[in-house]
């Protein structure tokens, strides 16, 4: 049997060679990209900047190093615990990242935390009566969301309930010209109806369509055709056996699906000018900021990473069964 300092101890070792794979594809790919950091920095002064200036720009961020220097410098600053500094938004990354995440965790957790709860209970609602018109009007549901781009569906909440109906504000985490620090909690909340929604209703789908497939196979088991023959109800046997059974691959799939959440919080952050995460990601992507994608993409991984992890070892503690095979 394996015992669980030896299991998080490969777990540390597998996300160190994750995260050296990721810095090293992220840094290359970011290097290949066109986009030129200097004048995208400079943005519309360009014109307006000799050769010389752009010379200097260039090498106090160590622009004009080849890339072998670039990223060893970088690495070596990263295990110093210096991320490095953005260019985008003039600040260091590690404030960024905080100012910003700081932003994107009521969203996300709250997104995360919905989609959770309601595709489990679409999905242990359709897998309990397979067939029937509830069953097809969920599964309906889930395979138009699961297929529907989060920005369209983003852009129609927007022109719907922010355009139409006035009912929601069109951008932002609070109203425009009001420092963050004066900004109440009713206006940030109302700011962040919009985003929540776009992410949950597409995140509830995933989660919907793989509890009914565990809840129907549940429901054809011969322990659930038993208890059928001794005279338990349908939806008895859905909430005794299935719901419980099916509760665990649901959580499975639920922290399986943080990437994917990351994922659709880029596109609405982007069509509701949120300034969590997923914006700061593009705009670091648009203007070639080096050092904030690297962290952004190593934050990520972690992110994910964690996830995954934390249903794998659920999984350990709920079936005694896996504890003695070998990980992952």
């Not at 066109?34 to 010379?55: H, K, M, S, T, W």
């Not at 008895?236 to 799939?253: D, K, M, Q, S, Y």
Request: charged share 10%; with cysteine.
């Amino acid at each position: 049997m394996l015992s669980w300092s030896f299991v998080i101890a490969m777990r540390l070792m597998r996300l160190a060679l994750l995260l050296v794979t990721v810095a090293v594809v992220a840094f290359a790919l970011a290097k290949m990209s066109p986009v030129d950091p200097v004048n995208a920095y400079l943005g519309a002064e360009i014109a307006r900047v000799g050769p010389e200036q752009r010379a200097h720009i260039a090498s106090k961020w160590g622009l004009d190093q080849p890339a072998q220097v670039q990223f060893s410098r970088w690495a070596s600053n990263l295990l110093a615990g210096d991320l490095g500094y953005s260019m985008t938004y003039n600040a260091p990354v590690q404030e960024v990242l905080a100012t910003r995440f700081k932003t994107s965790l009521p969203l996300l957790g709250l997104a995360w935390l919905l989609s959770g709860i309601l595709g489990f209970a679409l999905g242990v609602t359709a897998g309990a009566r397979p067939g029937t018109w509830i069953d097809r009007i969920i599964r309906l549901y889930s395979y138009v969301l699961a297929s529907a781009p989060t920005f369209w569906l983003a852009i129609l909440l927007l022109i719907v309930f922010s355009v139409g109906l006035r009912w929601t504000p069109v951008c932002c985490a609070g109203p425009i010209g009001v420092p963050p620090q004066d900004v109440t909690l009713l206006q940030s909340v109302h700011h962040l109806v919009l985003p929540l929604i776009a992410l949950t209703v597409l995140g509830v789908a995933q989660i919907a369509l793989h509890t009914r497939a565990k809840m129907v196979e549940i429901m054809q088991s011969d322990y659930a055709l038993y208890a059928r023959a001794q005279g338990a109800s349908q939806m008895e046997i859905a909430l005794r056996h299935g719901a419980r059974n099916a509760a665990l691959p649901a959580l499975t799939v639920l922290f399986a699906s943080l990437g994917e959440l990351f994922g659709g919080s880029v596109l609405a952050e982007q069509v509701f000018a949120y300034p969590g995460l997923g914006s700061a990601t593009v705009e670091a992507g648009i203007r070639g900021d080096v050092p904030l994608l690297l962290a952004l993409a190593l934050f990520l991984t972690c992110f994910v990473f964690i996830g995954n992890s934390i249903a794998d070892l659920l999984y350990r503690v709920v079936d005694p069964r896996l504890h003695g095979k070998t990980v992952r």
